[in-house]
């Protein structure tokens, strides 16, 4: 029984790191990239609250579709009802 539950550990294990090993190895690439990036914008622009300010209109944009998505569930189910 021992035995089984340790060849349980190990396979879950196993699995978990050939998963994320890509991932892991694909994110520091892209931090590298980003920091190569930044390394060539001038000092005197505030990239911090330009990036927040991108994030903020992009959830703003998918919280728009989320609504419209609804309000067309509401009157698609609406318009059965009244069949």
């Known amino acids: 029984m021992q035995i089984l539950l340790v060849l349980t550990i190990a396979c879950v294990l196993l699995f978990v790191v050939f998963v994320l090993w890509p991932h892991l190895a694909r994110l520091k690439g892209d931090a590298g990239r980003q920091s190569a990036l930044l390394s060539?914008?001038?000092p005197e622009m505030d990239v911090r609250s330009h990036v927040r300010?991108?994030?903020?209109?992009?959830?703003?944009?998918?919280?728009k579709g989320k609504r419209a998505a609804r309000a067309a569930a509401r009157a698609a189910t609406a318009g059965k009802k009244d069949e």
Not at 53 to 63: G, P, W
């Open 53 to 63: 300010a991108v994030y903020r209109k992009a959830v703003a944009q998918t919280s």
């Open 40 to 42: 060539h914008v001038p």
